[in-house]
């Protein structure tokens, strides 16, 4: 009897996940191919798509069968696959059952207009278009949040989404030290005369090459281009839709380098997990990425840690030169120097590895604020550029290039913000870690050795699932808890050698 209801609840949840797999198709190809006039009918069919899966979340015989394998030592140890996966059954299904089915399909309808508002009213500044929206989508969250309940913050029932287990509390202290010891490192950087020539950078880039080299390096690197994808889209981003199917975006500027390289090696980190996870498993909670915090760590580790490096570029500057000609008479080290650049700027996605973190400290706090009732959406936009001259001594001009730079909130994504800088927290850790197993990996990179540490990640992270909850995970994977000086000792050793102070 306990191993048919556990063979049931394997069989909806792999079928419940292929559904699911359309809803992130029909998300990808909104964000890519869809004519314009298509959005208002794919809103639709994300609704009832939304109806659909909800419905079988919450389909009472999903607690009927966990009542009947729940407890049984057929299940085994808690981190075996059977425990693990019936662990995040009764989870996930305890979470869907708190919320109406009318508010999922609300969220799902709002959340697809919203990102097709936003796709149009951004680059106009149009703030007065998106603003009703975006007070529909807060107001449609914050009742998300009191339908799944919390003990402490409206923000914790959100984020608990996102990072399991997580909550404010434990998240202020360590934002806060992370934040003194940037604000204290900045300040050090800014006093330096050594600075780079990043006008190297925005020589003539042909989209052409860019995309040559990128597939290139993520090829290079492990990514399988043949169960996955490349394409072009206003914000980056990468889409799981199922075992061979990972699909990556970028945005290329044909005079700036970073944003379309760096943005393929972020999104290719992301897609790493996605194609390491194992396929066997597909479908269930031992087959899926246990938190956004933890698949952060993988797109920052691969972006921040390894292409950032002056091994990385040891090996590649030779290929590099071969595909833009501009860079033909321009040094290694200048050019490396050049993408380390630290300078406070107003675009996330573009933020150095230094000042990244601030602008996530800004948006956690923000969203806060909503949720707390202590800033309207109204008042969002000056809230907004007051912590950016706050913290980063900036202020937009143009509300495209401020509030509603990021396509988050518009997807419904509240509470997903703070997983950015953890999965910075992650990566520093689980770095320093590999190298303690494998021996200089920057050493390795310069030899083109990229393999050691992508095996090192798929047997310690991509692997395991969702057999261990995040900061469970640190903990198994480096010995210790979650530990924000080793990013902050990587940065000061970092960039302290970079600018000479």
Known sequence: MMQEAYRWLWEHSRETAYLASFGRLAGWDQATYIPRKGHAHRAQMQAALAKLLHQRATDPRVGEMLAVVEGSDWLGPPESVEAVNVREWRRAYDHACKIPQRLAVELAQATSEGEAIWQQARPKNDWEAFRPTLKKIFGLTRELADAIGYQDEPYDALLDQYEPGATT???????????????????????????????????????SAQEAFGREVVAKIGFDLEAGRLDVVAHPFMQGIGP?????????YEDYFNAGFFGIVHEMGHGLYGQ??????????????????????????????????????????????????????????????????????????????????????????????????????????????????????????????????????????????????????????????????????????????????????????????????????????????????????????????????
């Open 276 to 501: 390491g996870l194992l396929p066997e498993h597909f479908g269930t909670p031992m087959g899926s990425e246990i938190s956004l915090g933890i698949h952060e760590s993988q797109s920052r580790t691969w972006e921040n840690l390894v292409a950032r490096s002056l091994g990385f570029w040891r090996h590649f500057w030779p290929r590099a030169q071969q595909h833009f000609s501009s860079l033909g008479d321009v040094r290694l080290e200048d050019f490396h120097f050049a993408i380390n650049e630290v300078k406070p700027s107003l675009i996330r996605v573009e933020a150095d590895e230094v000042t990244y973190n601030l602008h996530i400290m800004i948006r956690f706090e923000v969203e806060l604020a909503l949720l707390r009732g202590e800033l309207s959406i109204d008042d969002v936009p000056e809230a907004w550029d007051t912590k950016y001259q706050e913290y980063l001594g900036v202020r937009s001009a143009e509300i495209r290039d401020g509030v509603m730079q990021d396509v988050h909130w518009s997807a419904g994504l509240i509470g997903y913000f703070p997983t950015y800088t953890l999965g910075n927290l992650y990566a520093a850790q689980f770095f320093a870690r590999a190298e303690q197993e494998l021996g200089s990996l920057e050493a390795q990179f310069a030899q083109g050795e990229f393999t050691p540490l992508l095996e090192w990640t798929r047997k310690n992270i991509h692997h395991q699932g969702s057999r261990y909850w995040p900061r469970d995970l640190v903990r198994v994977v480096t010995g210790q808890d979650l530990n924000p000086q080793f990013l902050i000792d990587n940065l000061n050793l970092k960039y302290s050698a970079l600018y000479a102070v």
């Open 169 to 207: 509390k434990q998240l202020e202290p360590v934002f806060a030290r992370l934040r003194q010891a940037t604000v204290e490192l900045l300040k050090r950087l800014d006093g330096s005369t050594r600075k780079p020539d990043t006008s190297i950078l925005h020589r003539h880039f042909p989209q």
């Open 244 to 252: 061979g199917d990972v699909r990556l975006t970028t945005r290329y």
